[in-house]
Nanobody, 124 residues
């Protein structure tokens, strides 16, 4: 699957942004667990949120961010509200394909595909 993330930009603290990730695949989009990770300069890529038939969130974004998917459009979204300067990072969408084993959606090594990333900068 090919993933294309968009929607990043510069926003003031307290503001909102919505990221999108469009997927192109021969398989059905519903076959994939979709996730968002982020990587700030000098830091490891960290889990933000994921969605299968249910949603998962990192504690740091719970209550502020919402992940959703539109299966008809093969798109996953990340609505980010009440943004903080510490949310500044490059945001990546990822996809987990069907597997014969269980997966851990917060583990980046379980993801099979990644988009190119979109930069979110939150000013104080």
């Amino acid at each position: 699957v090919q993933l294309q993330a968009s929607g990043g930009g510069l926003v003031e603290a307290g503001g909102s942004l919505r990221l999108s990730c469009d997927a192109a695949s021969e398989r059905s989009f519903t076959d994939y667990i979709m996730g968002w990770f982020r990587q700030a300069p000098g830091n490891e890529r960290e889990f933000v949120a994921a969605i299968s038939s249910i949603t998962y969130y990192a504690d740091s974004v719970k209550g502020r961010f919402t992940i959703s998917r539109d299966n008809a459009k093969s798109t996953v979204y990340l609505q980010m509200n009440s943004l903080k300067p510490e949310d500044t990072a490059v945001y990546y969408c990822g996809a987990i394909g069907p597997k014969e084993r269980s997966v851990t959606v917060s583990l980046k090594s379980d993801y099979d595909y990644w988009g190119q990333g979109t930069l979110v900068t939150v000013s104080s």
